[in-house]
């Protein structure tokens, strides 16, 4: 299931309901790892604007590949400076997004590809 909030988030949230038997048509934003805001985000802004009005679901994914190790030296990808910072980022984004109505889903332990895959296995998808 899609988790609202930050890796700390206890409630689990899921995307909009839906007619029994149907998925419900949505716009999704995927906020990657430096798209963390939302006043210069165009396609945040277009799924916003798009006709036909719909759903809008922003997603966020902690992908395990950034708290890995480079393949030269072995170093952190991600300190604990950055991750804290990262994790900051994401908390604010979503309070940004639910002073606007919206909410932001994250996802931890798997890819974006991941994320979005098991979205769309949720949701139809539409193009803005």
Known sequence: ALVAGTAAAANAAAPPAAVPGTRPRVYVVWHKMSDLRIHDHEPLSRAHLAIPRLPVVHLHAFDPFWFGKTRIGGFPKTGALRAAFWIDCVAELRDSL????????????????EALQALAAEVDVARA
Do not use: E, K, Y
């Open 98 to 113: 639910r002073q606007r109505g919206q909410d932001l889903f994250v996802r931890h332990g798997c890819s974006a590809a």
